[in-house]
């Protein structure tokens, strides 16, 4: 019973991630703003490196929970050098 629970949580898990991620590339794509982008990319992300931690539960593999940590350090550190851009007109002073 436990299994099945598991089995269809994670289901629902990844459609509704999967869903997120969908709304969030197209405010990435039609966002107003460059700031809009910018966080609309975060959530992308943030989502991908969720669902890449749901496959890796899923299939039982350690691999993928590396694949979402390295994701995890190149979005934040992309986030903070495109808002410092947006702040400052460079990155690397």
Do not use: C, H
Request: glycine residues 8%.
């Amino acid at each position: 019973m436990s299994a099945s629970i598991l089995s269809w949580s994670l289901l629902i898990a990844s459609l509704l991630l999967g869903v997120a991620l969908a709304i969030a590339a197209f405010r990435m794509i039609r966002g107003p703003r460059a700031q809009d982008r910018i966080v609309a990319f975060d959530a992308l992300y943030v989502n991908a490196m969720l669902l890449l931690l749901l496959f890796g539960i899923r299939t039982g593999s350690t691999l993928y929970f590396e694949g979402a940590l390295v994701i995890s350090l190149l979005g934040f550190v992309s986030t903070v050098a495109l808002a410092k851009f947006l702040m400052r007109g460079e990155v690397i002073e």
